[in-house]
């Protein structure tokens, strides 16, 4: 599976975003799929995640209720929505998926996913 990230940008705060995460490749509809950020000096946190058919999402606990995972599989796009930003959410988004079963739980772990896109720059301005 290969995954290239689109859609960042720069934005002031309270601004909305809507990152891209276009996939190809093997069964895109068995993976899970999550997005991260990483600003320098920090490690990578986990975002938000969506499971194989869109059906359960998980959030981190400081972006829920500003942000939205979705996905088409017929697109093969994932989407993360970023609403009320602020200046600390300015980072590097990487999406990432891995091949997972039905019904497994979904991970807030990086090293849980195999697949990973370029990453996409959002810049919230205060």
Known sequence: VQ???SGGGLVQAG???????AASGYMFSRCAVAWF???PGKEREFVAGISRSGGSTHYADSLEGRITISRDNDKKMVYLQ???????DTAVY?????HVILTAPLS???TDYEYWGQG???TVSS
């Open 108 to 110: 807030t772990i990086e």
């Open 82 to 88: 970023m609403d009320s930003l602020k200046a600390e």
């Open 15 to 21: 601004g909305s975003l809507r990152l891209s995460c």
């Open 3 to 5: 995954l290239q990230a």
């Open 120 to 122: 996409t720059l959002v």
């Open 94 to 98: 990487y999406c990432a998926a891995d």
């Open 37 to 39: 950020r990483q600003t």
